[in-house]
């Protein structure tokens, strides 16, 4: 894990709004300060991920969103 960035996450909702608590996650996409991205926060994704059965990491960042479109169902 030496040459991967960790970055601190703050999850938020479909409108854009902080929820929850700040996690830390491995940067699998050299994410930038202030990117919306997709975090898989389980063990064996994130070891799939990183291309090792023996790194200790649950949170990956996978994907810079580059847009969310949200519409409404009636």
Known sequence: LKDKKIL????????SEPIGRDLLAI???DAGIGDIVLVVQEGQA????LKSKE???HSVIVAVVDG???????
């Open 68 to 74: 969310l479109d949200v519409a409404e169902i009636d």
């Open 27 to 29: 940067d699998s996409v």
């Open 55 to 57: 790194v200790p990491v």
């Open 46 to 49: 994130a070891a799939q991920v």
């Open 8 to 15: 601190t996450v703050q999850p938020i909702d479909l409108e």
